[in-house]
């Protein structure tokens, strides 16, 4: 079955640092493109960085210079670092996998809960 667990959340200080995995089964992982999104209370979920199953990566402009993904094939894992974390950057975020042939193979995670304060 096809099964995305994120894990690294947590409770930081502004201006820490945090690394969020998601870990994928279940999928010819290579060729999914990959994403990490955030939804904040009363707000919609939104992108935050992707990586293609090329290697192309795309970062929302409030996390751009801050945020780095990456993924690690060999292990069905992808990562974000996240620095210089600010409280706008709370929120739960959600790890997604879609297919490079076919996008109605869409697949998300449970989320990990990512809370920046003081």
């Known amino acids: 079955q096809v099964q995305l667990v994120e894990s690294g959340g947590g409770l930081v200080q502004p201006g820490g640092s945090l690394r969020l995995s998601c870990a994928a089964s279940g999928m010819f992982f290579s060729i999914m493109d990959m994403g990490w999104y955030r939804q904040a209370p009363g707000k919609q979920r939104e992108l935050v960085a992707a990586i293609t199953s090329s290697g192309y990566t795309n970062y929302a402009g409030p996390v751009k210079g801050r945020f780095t993904i990456s993924r690690d094939n060999a292990k069905n894992t992808v990562l974000l670092q996240m620095n210089s974390l600010k409280p706008d950057d709370t929120a739960v975020y959600y790890c997604?996998?879609?297919?490079?042939?076919?996008?109605?193979?869409?697949?998300w995670g449970q989320g990990t809960q990512v809370t920046v304060s003081s």
């Open positions: 997604n996998a879609r297919s490079s042939y076919d996008g109605r193979l869409d697949y």
